[in-house]
């Protein structure tokens, strides 16, 4: 079974609006961590924001936002305001304790921001 | 702050060659890991490697081997290319290895194998 599934492969959104970007995931460890990459086209990943699996509250950063749901395990990303420079592609990506060494990435969602 | 860099960018081989790439963590970081992505895919991880051990790999075959050096900086090595190793390899580094741990991602080297 996919441990991250990320169900958009590409997504549109118009400059200045918000956008979800999904992202459910699959473990049996009661600790982890959840991360959303940015990699544009030079193929750097660029972190955005964490999430840990106790935490009580939803992470922001900035414009960046986590819309975390333990019980359904999704943990959308959600970007308000965007902007021409968000057009990338984004990853879900989850660390285990049981394998803490290593992420585990999605599929990712291509988003293209309209002018 | 110099962040993670690898050499080269861009690679073309042919099938059957030897491959070695590099690596070189951001500094105050510890831990290097690889990570292979191919076309239209997230990445997948290779390997880890703290202390100058590998102390993690993923579900990559022998032919994949690494490095850490003494000053932290890692080679990854690619045995006998197959046309489906051509990919985006990616570095990342660390410093520590918890659940909340950042990981640092280099810019990649996009490897072509003809």
């Known amino acids: 079974a996919q441990k991250i599934t990320q169900t958009q492969p590409g997504m549109f959104v118009q400059e200045k609006e918000a956008v979800t970007l999904d992202c459910t995931y699959d473990t049996s460890d009661p600790s982890y961590g959840l991360f959303w990459y940015k990699q544009p086209s030079s193929g750097e990943m660029i972190f955005l924001i964490y999430q840990g699996s106790y935490d009580q509250q939803n992470a922001t950063e900035g414009r960046y936002s986590l819309n975390f749901q333990k019980a359904r395990k999704s943990a959308n990303l959600v970007i308000s305001a965007s902007q021409l420079g968000d057009s990338a592609m984004y990853f879900c990506?989850?660390?285990?304790?049981?394998?803490?060494?290593?992420?585990?990435f999605g599929s990712g969602t291509q988003l293209t921001v309209l002018p | 702050d110099a962040g993670v860099t690898q050499s080269p960018t861009h690679l073309i081989k042919t099938r059957g060659q030897q491959v070695t790439l590099r690596c070189s963590p951001k500094?105050?970081?510890?831990?290097v890991s690889w990570y292979q992505q191919a076309l239209g895919q997230g990445p997948q991880f290779i390997f880890q490697?703290?202390?100058?051990?590998?102390?993690q790999r993923g579900n990559f075959p022998d032919r994949f081997s690494g490095h850490q050096f003494p000053n932290y900086s890692s080679e990854l090595n690619v045995n006998a290319l197959l046309l489906g190793d051509s990919a985006l390899y990616l570095c990342?580094?660390?410093f520590g290895s918890g659940v909340n741990t950042e990981a640092f991602f280099g810019q990649g080297t996009r490897l072509t194998v003809v």
């Open positions: 990506a989850m660390r285990e304790r049981s394998s803490a060494r290593q992420l585990t």
């Open positions: 990342a580094s660390s």
């Open positions: 500094s105050g970081h510890d831990t």
């Open positions: 490697y703290y202390e100058e051990e590998e102390r």
